[in-house]
């Protein structure tokens, strides 16, 4: 069973950056798409974009142009930038694999965007 740790999140002004990372665990890291998602409390999970395991990246609308992922499949890491916060960025980040069945999922990082 694959285990997801999500770390990197923080208390960020409006307008800064952060670097979140999520390490897997097991082998199946490499041959699959990557996803990251985000909640806030009392809605559903939300996708924010998706990195597939050759490289090729896809946005929300609300986050293209400021959100960037990346992965290291050496690693077994996925990394997303976050650029230009907003307080509605404000969420736990998670990451876990596109396809279903998912694994099951980290305990988040939060990020957290005021003055």
């Known amino acids: 069973q694959v285990q997801l740790v999500e770390s990197g999140g923080g208390l960020v002004q409006p307008g800064g950056s952060l670097r979140l990372s999520c390490a897997a665990s097991?082998?199946?890291?490499?041959?699959?798409?990557m996803a990251w998602y985000r909640q806030t409390p009392g809605k559903q999970r939300a996708w924010v974009g998706r990195?597939?395991?050759?490289?090729?990246?896809l946005y929300d609308d609300s986050v293209r142009g400021r959100f960037s992922i990346s992965r290291d499949n050496a690693k077994n890491t996925v990394y997303l930038r976050l650029n230009n916060l907003k307080p509605e960025d404000t969420a736990k980040y998670y990451c876990?694999?596109?396809?279903?069945?998912?694994?099951?999922w980290g305990q988040g990082t939060q990020v957290t965007v005021s003055s």
């Open positions: 876990n694999r596109l396809s279903w069945p998912q694994w099951a």
């Open positions: 990195i597939t395991a050759s490289g090729n990246t």
């Open positions: 097991g082998s199946d890291f490499g041959s699959n798409t």
